[in-house]
Nanobody, 121 residues
């Protein structure tokens, strides 16, 4: 099966940094756009950052200048470098990717299981 697995979430102090990783595995033909989303308690899941297959990026206003999304296509992995973390960044972070799979050939969005990021004041 095809899956996305996140890692890197942790408890950090405000002003600190974390690097999240999400690796896609399985019978993958191509990977399209990838992104990071987050969900805080009582709030809907929202977009944090996305990156297209060609490298174009988009960020939520709240993280611009602090977070950087990148991808390593050879490793089927997307990263989120988070700097200058704030308590309001506390959330479960999920990765998302548009994957085209082999046998059968099909395309669909996939979600990771989520990784907890907690930023203390």
């Amino acid at each position: 099966q095809v899956q996305l697995v996140e890692s890197g979430g942790d408890l950090v102090q405000a002003g600190g940094s974390l690097r999240l990783s999400c690796a896609a595995s399985g019978s993958i033909f191509t990977i399209g756009a990838m992104g990071w989303y987050r969900q805080a308690p009582g709030k809907p899941r929202g977009m944090v950052a996305t990156i297209t297959s060609s490298g174009n990026t988009n960020y939520a206003d709240s993280v611009k200048g602090r977070f950087t999304i990148s991808r390593d296509n050879a490793k089927n992995t997307v990263y989120l470098q988070m700097n200058s973390l704030k308590p309001e960044d506390t959330a479960v972070y999920y990765c998302n990717a548009l994957l085209t799979t082999r046998a059968p050939m099909s395309s669909a969005n996939y979600w990771g299981q989520g990784t907890q990021v907690t930023v203390s004041s």
